[in-house]
Nanobody
Framework: QVQLVESGGGLVQAGGSLRLSCAASGRTFSRYTMAWFRQAPGKEREFVTAISWTPGTAYYADSVKGRFTISRDNAKNTVYLQMSSLKPEDTAVYYC????????????????????WGQGTQVTVSS
């Protein structure tokens, strides 16, 4: 069982930055691919980024490539999402997710690939 707790959301002006954190329980964190998804009001949950199990290759949705960076600190059982050059269309609830099995390989973008989800953290970007 993996428990995920996100933090770091908030209100920011367009062009600003935020860093989200996701703390995971469990002793085998380094063996899990970790991902971030987001869901805007009235829209389906969409893939944002994922980082594979150690050594940690990163994958990004085209909409955030070059602006967002995912990273992980295995010693702290935490994955981060650094968001820069934020746009109003980035406004959403951001969710951290982990697959049901260790050493999960692509595809990373399907919500069905993930068994564990955090409670979400709201990110609001004002214009």
């Amino acid at each position: 069982q993996v428990q995920l707790v996100e933090s770091g959301g908030g209100l920011v002006q367009a062009g600003g930055s935020l860093r989200l954190s996701c703390a995971a329980s469990g002793r085998t964190f380094s063996r899990y691919t970790m991902a971030w998804f987001r869901q805007a009001p009235g829209k389906e949950r969409e893939f944002v980024t994922a980082i594979s199990w150690t050594p940690g290759t990163a994958y990004y949705a085209d909409s955030v490539k070059g602006r967002f960076t995912i990273s992980r600190d295995n010693a702290k059982n935490t994955v981060y999402l650094q968001m820069s050059s934020l746009k109003p269309e980035d406004t959403a609830v951001y969710y951290c997710a982990a697959p049901g099995a260790e050493y999960y390989s692509p595809p990373y973008s399907a919500t069905s690939a993930y068994a564990y989800w955090g409670q979400g953290t709201q990110v609001t970007v004002s214009s």
